[in-house]
Structures are given as structure tokens and as C-alpha cells.
């Protein structure tokens, strides 16, 4: 059959709402997660990370959440901004490795 | 600090070349990861190196893909002979002890490769 690529999820959010950007991980031995930001052409950008024995994280506009009972995190952003248009990955490190594991991503779009 | 360095940023190369990319990660870290990114399969790890040994090349496609580490400061990634399906955008990414310590793992900017 004909091969696609990925498929992209899409947020679309107006300037200065607030943004919820979710993961489903894979792996329940994950100990450690990061959100990345990733604009064209660029490489993906730290934004905020957490371990397993937290549940939420809070950064500069941004908190993390984790609920580990469903293998789940979110990024929230506030207030959110035109440079917040980009692509998300969610990040997990199973525990005992160094691996860091990439989701497929979500793009997020910022409109006036 | 100049964060990780990758050369070249962009590489055209006929099928059948040899293509090495080349990175230099950030002045203290002990980890680094090779990436590639493709519309197919996002970001794949290829990769990955603790103080200059090969942990897991779990994710090496074929044996026509080989990493080195000689020294702290340097890495390569080799593809020979490359192909058309080669074509992807890599990714160097350095850390200090799995990025727990530092707080994530830190990315280059990227080598866009295209194999015609």
C-alpha cells in the first residue's frame, strides 16, 4: 500500500488562551520525561522536565503534569503566544537507561 | 557555551557515497545521542554513547550506518554506501549523566542529508 507519513495531532489556540498539549507514554519502567519544543528547520528545544516520583512541575508559563496510573502527561502553556507555534514531543527515559524516547508530536498553532 | 555543534548543516550526496556527519557536544557532558527525524517515523535514536562507549545501537537501521566516539569532544556518524531512504534530517544530542542531572539532553541544530 501507499506509505504516509505521520500524522501530525494539530491544537490550534487563540493568542493568550490557554494551551493543553497531551502524551501517552509507552513505557511504565519510564522514570523521567521531557518536553521539547521544535520550530522549522531548528532542533528540538528543552522546555520543562519531571521525574516519576513527581506529579506536577511548574517553569515559566509552562507545568507538566504526570499521572502514572494511565501513562499520561500533559503540557500546559498560559497565556500562550504566537512564538509558542511550533511542534511538542513528549520525551521518556526508561528507568536504568539513558534512552530518550520521542512521541510522535503535536503542532501547535497560535492565531490572533 | 555554544551548545552542541553539528557539521555540515546541509549534505547532498549521490547514492552509493560515503556520508559522514559529525558532532561536537557540549564541554562536560558525558552522554550523546545520534537521532534521525523523518516524515515516516518522527525521531528515531540511533545511538547513544556514556563516557565515549557505545551503550546502544539498538536503533543503527542497517550495517551501513556506524557511529564513533574517539574522544570526549567529537563524534561521527557514518553512512556507507548511502541511500535514497538515507534521506532524513540527524540529530546530535549531548547530556550529563542521562540528562537528570542537567536537566534534559541538549540538541543540535541538525543535518539535513539528501541522497539523490
Known amino acids: 500500500g501507499e506509505s504516509v507519513g505521520l500524522h501530525l495531532p494539530t491544537l490550534s489556540v487563540q493568542e493568550g488562551d490557554n494551551s493543553i498539549i497531551n502524551c501517552a507514554y509507552s513505557n511504565s519502567a519510564s522514570d523521567y520525561f521531557i518536553w521539547y519544543k521544535q520550530e522549522s528547520g531548528k532542533g528540538p528545544q528543552f522546555i520543562i522536565d519531571?521525574?516519576?516520583?513527581?506529579d506536577k512541575r511548574q517553569g515559566q508559563r509552562v507545568t507538566v503534569l504526570l499521572n502514572k496510573t494511565v501513562k499520561h502527561l500533559s503540557l500546559q502553556i498560559a497565556a500562550t503566544q504566537p512564538g509558542d507555534s511550533a511542534v511538542y514531543f513528549c520525551a521518556e527515559t526508561p528507568g536504568g537507561t539513558d534512552k530518550l524516547i520521542f512521541g510522535t508530536g503535536t503542532r501547535l498553532q497560535v492565531f490572533p | 557555551d555554544a551548545g552542541v555543534i553539528q557539521s555540515p548543516r546541509h549534505e547532498v550526496t549521490e547514492m552509493g557515497q560515503e556520508v559522514t556527519l559529525r558532532c561536537k557536544p557540549i564541554?562536560?557532558?558525558?552522554?550523546l545521542f545520534w537521532y534521525r527525524q523523518t516524515m515516516m517515523r518522527g525521531l528515531e535514536l540511533l545511538i547513544y554513547?556514556?563516557?565515549?562507549?557505545?551503550?546502544?545501537d539498538s536503533g543503527m537501521p542497517e550495517d551501513r550506518f556506524s557511529a564513533k566516539m574517539p574522544n570526549a569532544s567529537f563524534s561521527t556518524l557514518k553512512i556507507q554506501p548511502s541511500e535514497p531512504r538515507d534521506s532524513a534530517v540527524y540529530f546530535c544530542a549531548s547530556s550529563f549523566e542521562g540528562g537528570r542531572a542537567s536537566g534534559g539532553y541538549t540538541f543540535g541544530s541538525g543535518t539535513r542529508l539528501t541522497v539523490v
Open positions: 519531571i521525574r516519576s516520583n513527581m
Open positions: 564541554s562536560g557532558h558525558n552522554s
Open positions: 554513547f556514556n563516557n565515549n562507549v557505545p551503550i546502544d
